[in-house]
């Protein structure tokens, strides 16, 4: 680095990557981020964060560039009073005049000739004022100091004064031979052994020569020490916190997470009955939330899968019946010669087979029942229409034990729902046939439809002996079934209400049995469905 003359100069911009590099960049980061632990990232992002806080070390880089100028500008101005000075006073108190200058402004004081000869210097004179530090004599803690200002000059890109020499002329310094030349003030920074800075300048005196002045400005290097070392300690400090802060966020965020993770792998090999999901209940943010969600979940998926462990027993046994009626059926068959007997028999085969085609069709149904209403498309049913067409095609189909049937339309309504119109036809349907078939011969069965608030309530009753108050709630299981007494056996599968309350469930309603008031005897099935509320069709 050639001698700097004047104030130093800024360094050319730097361009900004395309803007391609900085996709690849992110694209590159991410995927990254992604094969590492959270703890390790929480620790990453509060590190870079930290990283910007050690930029704060340009900064000091910066600080010491303007003291360094700062003291140049001074520098100048002492070497312009003191050439003044000594121009004044003349030759005849020269040397008297150099050492008082030197004592008082604290700097070296050279004189040099218009042919660069010494012709006076204040440490000759007896003023050491100008001393500069050994290296190889300071202690452990300067080498240590020095070897940090070499390490962050480097990382900051500093620029290298060139390291001050001894000249045997006034020759030899740039700025007393720029203002001996050209009659200007100069003045050049240097860099000592101990990697202080040097500042000298000269100024002309008159036509005479050039005095030169040089001082030793170590003040400045022990400022930007002392503040490096302020902003180390509170970066060690800080980064301490930091990190105790980051295990600390991690552990309250990953250990929990690590546990439901693990609880989720057991349910996944097969062991959910094994398996309890911790619900955190000390925890009242987003990994509460989802802990608790994830115990939900698991005991959902334990409920479904005792009910359909319980649905294949009931299906199992619900089918041996009819199976080993047929089969003993058969085996009969093949013993007897009696024809009568034989078409009893085959009778009973045929009976076992309608009961077995029944009973699939409705398993069937019931089993796809809950999937296909998660499907459905929900559109606006008008129940009340629909009630009016299912009891018109009854009234065409003619009534059954002359079973009449009564429809009660209370008000204008509204009596519209969101819902799936041939499976809320079920429901009513199933009800329907259930009331018909309780009710007496020539009885009365009542459809009334209303609404309540934003509720739509539909009431189905009839006439018959209606339901024991331990049965009301069962009567909606599978294969529970209470049917007459009169009744042949094996008519219905147990499955009409269960199927009836899944659909209406399915439609965010409920369906109970109650007991009539207005009568000692019969039952009265209510259907609650909510109202539409002019919302879109639910998919």
Known sequence: MAPATGFPTSSPPVSDPPATDALEGSDLALRWSGQISLTRRILAVNIVALLLLAGGFFYLDSFRSRLIDSRVAQALREARLIGEAITAGGTRRRDELVVRLAQDSGVRVRLYDNRNTLIADSRALGVRNFVLSDPDKDD????IARFLDATIDTVVGAPRPPLYRERRNGAGWPDASAARDGKIIAATVWRAPDRTPVITAASPIGDDGVVLTAVNARDITQVVRVERFRLGMVLLVVTLLSVLLSLFLARTIV???????????????????????????????????????????????????????????????????????LRSAVDGLGLVSDPALQASLLGIVSDDVRRL?????????????????????????????LLEGLLGQREERGHERGVRIR???AGEGPFTVLGEGARLERVFENLLDNAVSFSPGGGLVTVAAASDRDTLVVRVEDEGVGVPEDARETIFRRFQSIRPEAEAFGQHSGLGLAIART???????????????????GARFVVRLPLMRGGSARG
């Open 140 to 143: 452990w803690g300067q080498a």
């Open 255 to 325: 250990r929990p997470l690590r546990r439901l993770a693990r609880a989720a792998v057991r349910v996944r090999l097969g062991r959910a009955r094994e398996v309890v999901v911790p619900r955190l209940p000390d925890r009242r943010d987003e990994i509460g939330s989802l802990a608790r969600a994830l115990s939900d979940m698991s005991l959902a998926l334990r409920a479904r899968i005792d009910a359909i462990e319980a649905f294949a027993a009931d299906v199992a046994h619900e089918l041996k019946n009819p199976l080993a009626s």
């Open 357 to 385: 085609d029944r009973l699939i069709t409705d398993i069937a149904e019931a089993s796809r029942l809950d999937a296909q209403l998660s499907r459905a498309t929900f559109e606006p049913i008008d129940v009340a229409a």
């Open 407 to 409: 429809f009660d339309r």
């Open 503 to 521: 659909i209406v469930e399915g439609h965010q309603g409920q369906v109970t049995a109650e007991a009539r008031e207005d009568r000692l005897a």
